[in-house]
């Protein structure tokens, strides 16, 4: 986590070309920086006592541009809680890299499955992180594997990482019947209990680990996230500021 992060300047988008698929250039499928829908003008919200600052709006300008990417595994809430946390953060743009994958390739998830196995997906989904990481200022909601391989971790690692660690069993509740790839078996408890114990070494990389339990709707996964994240700064200050504090406490002139 560095706040040079913020001086990181966007670059092209290239031509995707994986798993023998011309994949059409997805520069068209994230407005980065054009028109940020999640632009909140509520600064200020009402309580009993008087006008409070949502804690949210605070953390745009301590993280200094820094990404916040969301990890974990499939239905662990990625999606609901990084769009959450962005709108209420005002000034983040949210990403949604299998929205972005399904978009560049004009293909669902399943037909990328069906057509290039979890390989080609894979490929594709490096890419697209790939392209999507030298953004800033973005919430970025990820796939449940895209910890799997070793390279996506030099781009997550870019931004603060956020765990969303939720049992298997209440995930089961939430996705059950939907048509994500991996889950389409005679068990997809199992199967989600098997990737979990498989991809946990993985996820606990994470630079914050958020346990989520059956009672937390979306809105107090998003609370928690945002106070681990003050938290989270408040304990990793930037270089500078250790920097400044060894100075002084040498007696060594800061900047005159
Ligand atoms: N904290 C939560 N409580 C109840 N349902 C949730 C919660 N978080 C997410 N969901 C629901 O679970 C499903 C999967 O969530 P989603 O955000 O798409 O997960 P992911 O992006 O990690 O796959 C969605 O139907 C979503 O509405
Ligand atoms: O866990 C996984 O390997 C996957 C999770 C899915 O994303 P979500 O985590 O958003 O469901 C999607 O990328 C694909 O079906 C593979």
Not at 46 to 70: H, Q
Not at 108 to 116: D, K, L
């Amino acid at each position: 986590f560095t706040t040079h992060r913020a001086f990181v300047a966007p670059r092209p988008i290239i031509v995707l070309n994986a798993g023998g698929f011309e994949w059409e250039d997805p520069v068209n499928a994230f407005d980065q920086g054009v028109d940020n829908p999640y632009k909140n003008t509520d600064l200020m919200t009402s309580t009993d006592g008087g006008l409070k600052i949502d804690p949210a709006r605070l953390l745009s300008p301590r993280l200094n541009g820094a990404n916040l990417y969301f990890i974990g595994m499939m239905g662990s809430g990625k999606t609901s809680v990084g769009e959450a946390v962005a709108r209420r953060m005002g000034s983040y743009t949210f990403l949604d890299t299998d929205a972005i994958i399904e978009k560049a390739t004009k293909m669902t998830i399943p037909e990328i499955f069906e057509a290039e196995g979890e390989e080609g997906f894979r490929q594709v989904e490096a890419q697209i992180l790939d392209s999507v990481h030298p953004y800033v200022r973005c919430v970025i909601s990820t796939g449940g594997g895209i910890v799997t391989r070793m390279e996506n971790w030099s781009k997550l690692q870019t931004g603060l990482v956020i765990w969303l660690d939720v049992e298997p069993e209440v995930i089961i509740k939430r996705i059950q019947g939907t048509d994500r790839p991996l889950l389409q078996t005679e068990d997809p408890l199992k199967k989600l209990k098997a990737l979990l114990e498989e991809r946990k070494p993985k996820y606990k990389n994470a630079d914050i680990r958020v346990k989520v339990t059956e009672e937390m709707d979306t809105a107090a996964v998003a609370d928690q996230v945002i106070y681990d994240l003050h938290h989270f700064i408040d304990d990793n200050p930037p270089a500078w500021k250790l920097a400044k504090a060894k100075a002084q406490a040498e007696g060594l002139d800061w900047v005159q």
